[in-house]
């Protein structure tokens, strides 16, 4: 068990609607990355934040967003879904501002049909 | 941009053989080196890591040496048990400049050890 959590396991839903991924990283880690997995591009890094502040992006669609309250659990929107969204998304975290060891959670698994 | 380039897969050995999964870099300044394993329906889980040149990550019988000159980091492992069957990534990460923050991934190489 990494300590990462994410909500939920599965969620499967229709072309075009929205959905709301949800990560609690580890117990006094700061940053949280956000990833996705899919079969035909491997593992994409999306996003990061660090202390409620976004710090670094990558191959983040437009359709989604990301923000990290000040609890430090992050949230991933995914909105106008197509089914090319369809993919594992993990949620990692780590300690501090630098990018170090990352722990992941056990993903999210989303399914649009 | 900076990009990390795994062995292809899969590779299927038999118990007690010689692992080697090799993986290279391209990066600018100076990257920290990650191996990642993911069993079947799980996450991904840091296997090893190296933050400089020359150094060797270690765990669970896996090794890797960061090697600078030849811009590698090239996992080990003496002998392979049915237990190590899974997806492995190799990865790096910059502290500095226009990519600090982003962590690069491997394709991932699935590892198959048969009894």
């Known amino acids: 068990d990494s300590g990462v959590t994410q909500t939920p396991k599965h969620l499967i839903t229709a072309t075009g609607q929205r959905v709301t991924l949800r990560c609690s990283p580890r117990?006094?880690?700061?940053?949280v990355y956000w990833y996705q997995q899919s079969l035909d591009q491997g593992l994409q890094f999306l996003i990061q934040?660090?202390?409620?502040?976004?710090?670094a992006k990558g191959n983040i669609l437009e359709r989604f967003s990301a923000q990290q309250f000040p609890d430090l659990h992050s949230e991933l929107n995914l909105s106008s879904l197509e089914l090319g969204d369809s993919a594992l998304y993990f949620c990692?975290?780590?300690?501090?501002?630098?990018?170090?060891?990352?722990?992941f959670g056990p993903g999210t698994r989303l399914t649009v049909t | 941009g900076n990009s990390v380039t795994q062995m292809e897969g899969p590779v299927t050995l038999s118990e007690e053989a010689f692992l080697t999964i090799n993986c290279t870099y391209t990066?600018?300044?100076?990257?920290?080196l990650f191996w990642y394993v993911q069993y079947p329906g799980e996450g991904l889980q840091l296997l090893l890591k190296a933050t400089k040149a020359d150094d060797k990550g270690s765990n669970k019988g896996f090794e890797a040496t960061y090697r600078k000159e030849t811009t590698s980091f090239h996992l080990e492992k003496g002998s392979v048990q049915v237990s190590d069957s899974a997806v492995y990534f190799c990865?790096?990460?910059?502290?500095?400049?226009?990519?600090?923050?982003?962590?690069?991934f491997g394709d991932g190489t699935t590892l198959t050890v048969k009894p």
């Open positions: 990865a790096l990460s910059v502290a500095r400049g226009t990519n600090a923050g982003k962590s690069t």
């Open positions: 934040y660090y202390n409620g502040e976004e710090r």
């Open positions: 117990s006094g880690d700061l940053s």
């Open positions: 990066a600018t300044g100076y990257p920290s």
């Open positions: 990692a975290s780590s300690s501090g501002r630098e990018v170090n060891e990352q722990y």
